[in-house]
């Protein structure tokens, strides 16, 4: 009994800042899921297409750059560098994947 009632007061102090921390989190749920729901209800079409311009085109813009990548550890896996054609291996694949997600436009 005593170990209880020496033990309840310090359980006490020490969890009521985890207890505070949920009930804020809880109280400000709805809050921040509505200022989340109202960010995208305002954003404009032409804001959404720039967006997805800019992504789309820094996907290209890292393809170009894995592209350079591949083309120089090729070469150097042709002078017989067994890393060098492990990475391209690697960078390859890498491409594979970024290629999936950028748009095709034909000329």
Excluded at 62 to 83: M, N, P, Q, V
Aim: proline content about 4%; hydrophobic content about 35%; aromatic content about 6%.
């Amino acid at each position: 009994m005593r170990f209880a009632t020496a033990v309840l007061p310090c359980a006490f102090v020490l969890l009521t800042g985890c207890v505070a921390k949920t009930v804020l989190d809880v109280a400000t749920l709805p809050v921040r899921a509505g200022a989340d729901l109202y960010d995208r209800a305002t954003v404009s079409d032409s804001e959404r297409d720039q967006k997805r311009g800019r992504q789309i085109r820094q996907r290209e813009e890292r393809y170009g750059r894995l592209s350079r990548k591949y083309d120089r550890a090729r070469a150097e896996c042709r002078d017989g560098d067994e890393i060098a054609c492990s990475d391209a291996r690697r960078i390859y694949d890498e491409m594979t994947d970024l290629r999936a997600t950028i748009p095709y436009e034909p000329e």
